[in-house]
């Protein structure tokens, strides 16, 4: 199990972009779906997490993010998003979605997809 995320690229601090995480033959609406983000030289992180099925949005949002992003699913177009606002310098990275919010669960039974490049800066 593969995703594809894109809608990544370059924005000016303050900017907005919003991400697409697609996948073919799975119903992603049956999944937690996650995004995780890592820059260079740092590790992994999670910055959102939306339960199996539910529409809501996740409460798993660290503090770096809390207010700025948000993360949503469309079940009728089998794509979810995460949707970033006020983008900081800092919030440069490649960003990836996942199947589920526990990275070490999504690693034993799906794999990293390519993720999409975020860069932030003046």
């Known amino acids: 199990l593969q995703f594809v995320e894109s809608g990544g690229g370059l924005v000016q601090p303050g900017g907005s972009l919003r991400l697409s995480c697609e996948a073919s033959?799975?119903?992603?609406?049956?999944?937690?779906i996650a995004w995780f983000r890592q820059a260079p030289g740092k590790e992994r992180e999670q910055v959102s997490c939306?339960?199996?099925?539910?529409?809501?949005?996740?409460?798993n949002y660290p503090d770096s993010v809390k207010g700025r992003f948000a993360a949503s699913r469309d079940s009728v177009k089998n794509v979810a998003y995460l949707q970033m606002n006020s983008l900081k310098p800092e919030d440069t990275a490649i960003y990836y979605c996942?199947?589920?919010?526990?990275?070490?669960?999504?690693?034993?039974?799906?794999?990293w997809g390519q993720g999409t490049q975020v860069t932030v800066s003046s």
């Open positions: 939306i339960n199996a099925g539910g529409g809501g949005i996740g409460t």
């Open positions: 033959k799975v119903v992603l609406s049956h999944f937690a």
């Open positions: 996942a199947a589920d919010c526990d990275m070490r669960v999504w690693e034993s039974f799906g794999s």
